[in-house]
């Protein structure tokens, strides 16, 4: 069968998932307000081709706002001024007041569940599970994070005597915050951030990713109607046009970035105050699965299909190059190869799809020079079709054997190409992540306790996350999600998000009866927020 035939005619599609026609959208936040977009549009295409006869047709899904530097200058002032040097009614508001603002966008979000799936799979190719799962995540997520809120608020309820001093502490926004997410994750990894920031009473310029950008507009209302004026600005256009000038302002507090890391240095450079700017990113990975020769093959064969291949491999946390010990490289390959076989490639809406079109124009090419550079360097295509690409599809290429001259044994490949490497001794592993410039997960595949105990103990200064007989993954959210080296900066989770985006400020007394009385009146007549012993119930 040919690849182009996975593509469907119009009529093939259900009506349910069907698109409705070009969305065109003018309309952008600024400062409480939707402003329509007089000037140049950008259009948005989808991985989706529709065949007709013999022709493929790539669908154009509809257009947003060429923001330029001037409009992006506006937003910043917005937020700035919302801010008010944390003067502003938001960074100074009560948490459960902000907690509320917070509900009422969850409320009205869940509101759009339907399109904003339906929209995730149009315009990044995402599966209508992983989509679904996507949106239902980032619900949690937010749920999560109002409850860890409430619990950081109790817990900064009391007072504290230590040597003689009587404190409160209580963590407080920074400032203002850019925010800017990934194509693959463009709701979930881009709200980890988003949300965070503006409850703890940060101010918001928001750049939605690259692909994955019309999914915010049925949520623009919901932010429109939920907080209050220049809060939170949502810009649109190229990102060296937009983005430079904020950075070049000095008058970014928080940058929250998932992408390149190329891509954050050049941002962050751009600021004249860098000692003032304060980094969240998440940034390139190559997660290395490491098989032993004890592993059990059947579970290990399915980690590493679902680590290498979900989402096409498109997900920061994929496996990235697989070792195995050489003494069982021919039993993994060939089961591997056999599961990759059984991979159906369809459209997103297709039940049990999971090959789909990719997003990213240029990346079947780019998976194409791997793929061939590998070849060309002495490894062998293990699994028949694989590597076969027309339009936006490519189908998974399980490589073998891969070895250190290959493109493929360092880059990050962003897509379904599985590199495999056999080696001799562990310590060839080990060196490879010593000295690569990545350092965001791995997991061992191995049933000796004794080896994988002191493999953990030598990577765990390596990455930030060892994954035992499973796939490398970010979830449950409530744990540390964070990396080394040039994959992270910065730890998001739950609760670790929060302290990203705040500070702790201090007001201490000496412990002595005069000032404890003085602190006390403060207390019992409300004189201070900061000081109330309120608790959150
Ligand atoms: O792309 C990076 C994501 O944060 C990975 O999340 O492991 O849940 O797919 P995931």
């Given at each position: 069968m040919s690849l182009a035939t996975v593509f469907p005619q119009a009529a093939d599609i259900p009506p349910q998932f069907a698109h409705k026609g070009e969305i065109t959208q003018r309309e952008y936040l600024l400062n409480g307000e939707l402003v329509q977009w007089q000037g140049e549009l950008s259009p948005v295409v989808s991985p989706v081709y529709l065949r007709e006869g013999v022709n493929l047709q790539q669908v154009v899904l509809g257009h947003t706002p060429l923001l330029d530097a001037d409009t992006a200058l506006k937003a910043l002032d917005s937020a700035v001024k919302a801010y008010d040097l944390g003067r502003g009614a938001w960074p100074t508001m009560a948490v459960l007041e902000r907690i509320q603002h917070v509900e009422k966008f969850l409320g009205l979000m869940q509101l759009q569940r339907d399109e904003v799936i339906r929209l995730l799979m149009w315009e990044i190719g995402k599966t209508y599970p992983d989509a679904a799962k996507e949106f239902d995540r980032t619900c949690d997520y937010i749920r999560d994070t109002i409850e860890a809120l409430k619990q950081q608020d109790r817990d900064a309820s009391h007072f504290i005597i230590e040597q003689g001093s009587l404190g409160k502490i209580r963590r407080v926004p920074v400032g203002v915050a850019l925010c800017m997410g990934p194509f693959?994750?463009?709701l979930n990894e881009t709200f980890t951030t988003l949300i965070p920031a503006l409850i703890m009473g940060n101010t918001v310029i928001f750049k939605p990713a690259k692909y994955g950008v019309l999914l915010i507009q049925p949520l623009l209302q919901a932010f429109l109607h939920s907080f209050p004026a220049g809060v939170i600005n949502i810009i649109y256009g190229r990102g060296r046009e937009t983005v430079g000038v904020l950075m070049e302002s000095g008058k970014i507090d928080l940058f929250a970035f998932i992408g390149t890391n190329k891509g954050a240095s050049d941002l962050k450079r751009?600021?004249?105050?860098?000692?003032r700017l304060r980094a969240v990113l998440g940034l390139d990975a190559k997660n290395p699965a490491i098989i032993l020769p004890d592993a059990d093959m059947s579970r290990t064969v399915k980690e590493c299909l679902a680590g290498s291949?979900?989402?096409?491999?498109?997900?920061?946390?994929?496996?990235?190059i697989l070792f195995v010990q050489q003494s069982r490289a021919a039993e993994l390959v060939d089961k591997l190869s056999s599961a990759i076989s059984e991979l159906k490639a369809g459209m997103?809406?297709?039940?049990?799809?999971?090959i789909t079109p990719l997003p990213e124009p240029g990346k079947t090419q780019f998976l194409t020079e791997l793929l061939k550079d590998a070849l060309s360097k002495g490894a062998k295509l293990?699994?028949?079709?694989?590597?076969e690409t027309t339009a936006s599809l490519f189908t998974p290429a399980l490589l073998y054997?891969?070895?250190?001259?290959?493109?493929?044994?360092?880059?990050?490949?962003?897509?379904p190409l599985v590199p495999v490497v056999s080696y001799n001794d562990i310590n060839e592993v080990i060196d490879y992540v010593v000295n690569s410039n990545f350092g965001q997960q791995l997991s061992i595949f191995g049933q000796d306790a004794q080896q994988v105990g002191e493999l953990v103990d030598i990577f765990a200064n390596q990455v930030g996350r060892i994954n035992i007989n499973s796939q490398c993954q970010r979830g449950p959210d409530s744990f540390p999600f964070n990396g080394r080296k040039d994959s992270a900066e910065g730890t998001l989770s739950v609760v670790d998000a929060l302290r990203q985006f705040s500070t702790p400020t201090l007001v201490a007394a000496k412990y002595q009866d005069s000032d404890v009385d003085f602190v006390k009146q403060m207390v019992k007549e409300r004189h201070s927020r900061f000081l109330s012993t309120d608790f959150l119930f």
């Open positions: 693959n994750y463009p751009m600021h004249p105050k860098p000692h291949l979900s989402f096409n491999g498109q997900r920061c946390t994929a496996l990235k997103p809406w297709q039940q049990g799809v999971a293990q699994n028949p079709g694989g590597g054997p891969v070895n250190s001259s290959m493109r493929l044994y360092n880059e990050e490949q962003f897509g």
